[in-house]
Nanobody, 123 residues
Framework: QVQLVESGGGLVQAGDSLRLSCATSGRTISTYTMGWFRQAPGKEREFVATIRWSSISTRYADSVAGRFTISRDNAKNTVYLQMNSLKPEDTAVYFC????????????????WGQGTQVTVSS
């Protein structure tokens, strides 16, 4: 079992930056693929970014590529999402997730989920 707790969300203005953290406990996440997803009101949960256990391979949704950066510190069992140049359309609840799959770009491939942290970007 892996427990995930997100933090770092908040209310910011367009153009600002935020750094989300995902603290994990239970089994070590060093061999898991980790991901960030988000869900806006009335919309389905969507993929944001993922990072493999080695930190070499990352993937991003087109909507955030170039603005967001996912990283991980396996020694601290923590995953981060640095979000720059935030836009109002980035407003959502952001979820951290862990997957045993090597390539995990969809909700269905993730085994463990956090409760989410709210990010609100005002215009």
């Amino acid at each position: 079992q892996v427990q995930l707790v997100e933090s770092g969300g908040g209310l910011v203005q367009a153009g600002d930056s935020l750094r989300l953290s995902c603290a994990t406990s239970g089994r070590t996440i060093s061999t898991y693929t980790m991901g960030w997803f988000r869900q806006a009101p009335g919309k389905e949960r969507e993929f944001v970014a993922t990072i493999r256990w080695s930190s070499i391979s990352t993937r991003y949704a087109d909507s955030v590529a170039g603005r967001f950066t996912i990283s991980r510190d396996n020694a601290k069992n923590t995953v981060y999402l640095q979000m720059n140049s935030l836009k109002p359309e980035d407003t959502a609840v952001y979820f951290c997730a862990a997957s045993t799959s090597v390539r995990a770009l969809t909700v269905a491939l993730y085994n463990y989920w956090g409760q989410g942290t709210q990010v609100t970007v005002s215009s």
